[in-house]
C-alpha cells in the first residue's frame, strides 16, 4: 500500500528539498495541483508528484520545461 502524504508531510518535504515554499493549506490526493512560492517570488502550481519524482521544484522561470520531442 502506498503512503498518503498529509499537507504537513509535503510541506516539511518540500522545505527540506528546496528553497520552495507550500502556499496551499489543503491536499486531495496525488492528482491536485499544489501552490507554491518560488524563491524568486513567483506563484506557481506543481502536483507534488512532479516536484517530488521528477524534480520540478522550481518556477518555469527559474527552471524551464524541458523541451519536447
Not at 498529509?6 to 528539498?17: L, M, R, S
Not at 517570488?41 to 508528484?49: A, M, P, Y
Request: proline share 4%; charged share 30%; aromatic share 10%.
Amino acid at each position: 500500500m502506498k503512503k498518503r502524504w498529509t499537507i504537513d508531510q509535503i510541506k516539511q518535504f518540500v522545505e527540506a528539498n528546496s528553497t520552495t515554499k507550500v502556499l496551499s493549506t489543503e491536499y486531495h490526493g496525488f492528482s491536485q495541483k499544489l501552490l507554491l512560492q518560488c524563491e524568486c517570488g513567483n506563484k506557481f502550481e506543481k502536483t507534488f508528484t512532479k516536484f517530488k519524482d521528477k524534480h520540478q521544484r522550481q518556477c518555469d522561470v527559474c527552471q524551464p520545461p524541458k523541451p519536447s520531442r
